[in-house]
């Protein structure tokens, strides 16, 4: 991605964003709130589309090329994405349906299991917990087999068992062959499991290093360092 | 799995869910009902004049609950979110609407019998006579009404005024469709076979297919961002 | 003193047009006239809107006093001379720019035309008022009526209420591309949906034979020149506060991202 710029009416979220990203890395990207971390990830997952700049995921150029890369793409949110009024089993198979993906029954059966959603499959979404439904949504993002994921702020609301389980499923996602970008505001679980860091403040990428280069236990600082320098209060 | 299964595993989708709650039909079958008691008020019973209102009077009903019933059904994907959920799937957007548009067309056509019974007992309309005929009116009114009405409510269902500003966006662009549901239906119920009011299906179908064509079209560009 | 000039700001859309070019064939070399406030005014426009007024005004004599009295109605008829050329304004261009330019602005995302759009759409709508307006007032001393669901006037009146909905469907949206993405699509619809209404109507109004029709007027030669200069005029008048609406939307975008982009830095 080279020089991506995304206005809302002029207000420019994403400021002249460069980035590159070898596929089977895990991103992770640290920044305050309004930082644009969550444009940045609807951009990427063709959610919204770029007002200038070249933008190219997977290989696919996107906007033009948008549909041909959303069946490898699964966006883990703060927003579920899932309909109150079904099961998770109805849910689960609607989104599968319309990922084509193959052996539906089975596959939601194994991901059930997984997120430990099997015994209430048939309750309606509506009387999940906040945590339950975190969980089924990231059932649901994985459905496809995404190669590419994208999880923006993933953490938010979780409790410790649904925390435990995102981590314990990042840690079988993160294999080499699949790429994740993940935005977050707790910089421990965020330097848990990348490859690489990022910080971005008020729209541009002020940071970015291999995690290995890192001063892991200084990170907070570094961190702290750099949102300070260009945060100001009235913007 | 065609184009168009995929439009029906979304159609189901609403429906499965909207059968859940039951609020949305509820509450247009209801709304329906009130509108045609309202009118009737206005009305005196038995007045010769009697025939040429009451078309006006079912299809003012249809539009408005039809109406509420649109609104509906596209905030129930703001939940959560979940029109950007289905905005991710690798579907053409033109499935997405035909789903949408196959969902609430079930519902409106529901709705829009229902009304009709309610109304034919207020008015004592001799059923086994005019529903065939009226049976077809209310297919391609609804055709109409749900194509543009889905495309809208896409466009509305962001905005802060979006129930009245669907209503002021939807209403006069079916001016056509319920000047011909009325003048046909009218035709209908006065004893006239279908073939006497031809005219008027003629142009609800012409309507029909342009605006599905055009609504089909135009779809992307109101969900995109 | 003219002196040669040239907005400098970089553009993201084609702005540079307008203070540039212009529709008059202007090149690179436009002369214009510095405005008190530092706004540019090309003196094409200035030379537009004096053309404008002064033919409205000239067809308002030929109109009131110059043609001659019609036959059956009387001096009343003289109110058409500006119905008539207000409702075909509006139809005609205003409503199709409205039309075109949703199209252009769909396939090139340029917000120009989305502001050209909207721009149209106002003055057609205060056309359209200014039609539903007289028509009444004509209609009622001759026959007895204020309103005589003729077709045209019918359609003109859902027309009416068709760009209403589209001015208020506008106004309720803030940031730009949404906004032009929206009205684009119900823009689009709408104009498409005029033709059939016009039809509708007209099959409503054949069926039940109309107490009074909107024919019956007798024009002779001077009279139909007035009328002609008039639609003239009229249209003149529109291209106009066209432009000048179209120029102060433009400058208005242009703050707002200046505005946007000092905030920032």
Redesign the interface.
Known sequence: MKGLWKYFDHFPAIRGLDVELELGRFLTVFGPNGAGKTTLIRVLSTQIQPSQGEVEVGGCVLPGQAYRLRRHVGVISHNTYLYPNLTARENLTFFGRMYRVPDLGDRIKTLLEEVGLSGRRDDLVRTYSRGMQQRLSIARALLHDPDIMFLDEPYTGLDQHASRMLRDVLKTLHTGERTLVMTTHNIEQGLEMCDEVAIQVRGRLVFRENVGAIDRAGFEQTYFDHVGKDFRWDS | ?GFLS?AW??AR?DI???L??RETVLSMLLFGFLVILIFNFGIEPGLREENLVKPGVLWAAFTFAGILGLNRSFI?EK????L?????????RSVIYLGKFFGNFIFTLSMGLVVFLFFSVLYNVNLVQVALPLGAILVLTTIGFTA?GT??SA??V????RDV?LS??L???M??VV??AA?SSGRVLDGDSLAGAG??LA?LV??DV??LT??IM?FD??V?? | MTTVSRGSSVEHDTQAAVAGGGSSGGGATTATAVHPTGAERPLWLDVLGVAAIASVLVALYGAIIWAPTEAVMGHVQRIFYFHMPSAWVALGPAFTIVFICSIVYLVKKDLRYDRIAGASAELGVLFTTITLLTGPLWAKPIWGAYWTWDPRLTTTLVLWFIYVAYLMLRSSITEGHRRARLSAVFGIVGWIDVPIVFMSIRWWRTIHPTLVTGEGMNLDSSMQAVLVFALGAISLLYVYLLVVRVRQLDMGSRIDRLRQQSHLR
Do not use: H
């Open positions: 799995m995929q595993v979304i989708k499965i869910g909207e859940r709650t129930a939940e959560n979110d979940c950007q959920g289905l905005l991710l799937c690798p579907v053409d543009v495309l809208f466009v509305s962001g905005l802060k005024t500003i002021i966006l209403i006069p662009v001016v056509p000047l011909a003048k005219l008027w142009l012409v309507y342009i605006f055009v609504a135009l560009y109101a995109e961002e």
